[in-house]
C-alpha cells in the first residue's frame, strides 16, 4: 500500500514538474546603411557623423558600393535546433517583378543585452540586385518563426 502511494505521489509530482522553457527571442533593431567604395558607413565613430555620412551615401549613389544591415537581436533558453537571422529584400522593379533576395547566418544564442549580426548586400551583388526598397528581418529556431521586423513597405 505504501509503494503505491509513493508512486502515484512522484507521478504527480513529475506531472507538476515544469518543462524547460523553449528558446523566445526577437529582433529588437534593424539598422540599414550603405557602405562607400572602401567599405565604411562612416568616417568617424559619431553617431552624428554616420547620420551625415549616410545621407551624403543617399545622394551620391556613385559612391556606393553595397549596403550592410545591423540587426540587434536577443534570444534566451536552450535552442532546441539551429538558429537563423534572416534578411530578406526586395528591390525596385526591373521587368515585370521587383527583384527579390535572403541574405542569412547561423547564431548561437546569449547575451543579456542582446547581440549585433550585420549581413552585407555587397559588390556585383549588390550592383546586380539595385536598390532595396524594402526589408525583413526575422529570427528562426529551426522552422519556427521566434520574431520578426519589417519595413514599412514590406
Known amino acids: 500500500m505504501r509503494r503505491s502511494i509513493s508512486f502515484l505521489l512522484l507521478c504527480g509530482l513529475l506531472v507538476a514538474a515544469p518543462s524547460l522553457p523553449a528558446a523566445t527571442g526577437r529582433v529588437i533593431k534593424v539598422l540599414p546603411q550603405f557602405l562607400d567604395l572602401q567599405g565604411r558607413a ?5 553617431l552624428y557623423e554616420r547620420d551625415a555620412y549616410q545621407a551624403f551615401l543617399r545622394q551620391h549613389t556613385n559612391q556606393v558600393s553595397g549596403i550592410r544591415f545591423m540587426v540587434q537581436w536577443k534570444a534566451r533558453g536552450e535552442a532546441s535546433a539551429p538558429m537563423k537571422l534572416k534578411m530578406e529584400l526586395r528591390g525596385s522593379a526591373r521587368g515585370d517583378l521587383p527583384g ?4 542569412e547566418c547561423d ?4 547575451g543579456w543585452l542582446g547581440r549585433w549580426t550585420s549581413l552585407p548586400l555587397i559588390g556585383a551583388d549588390y550592383l546586380k540586385f539595385g536598390n532595396v526598397t524594402a526589408w525583413r528581418a526575422t529570427l528562426w529556431e529551426g522552422d519556427r518563426l521566434l520574431s520578426e521586423q519589417h519595413s514599412f513597405l514590406w
Open 42 to 46: 562612416t568616417l568617424s565613430p559619431s
Open 100 to 103: 527579390k533576395t535572403t541574405l
Open 107 to 110: 547564431l548561437k544564442p546569449g
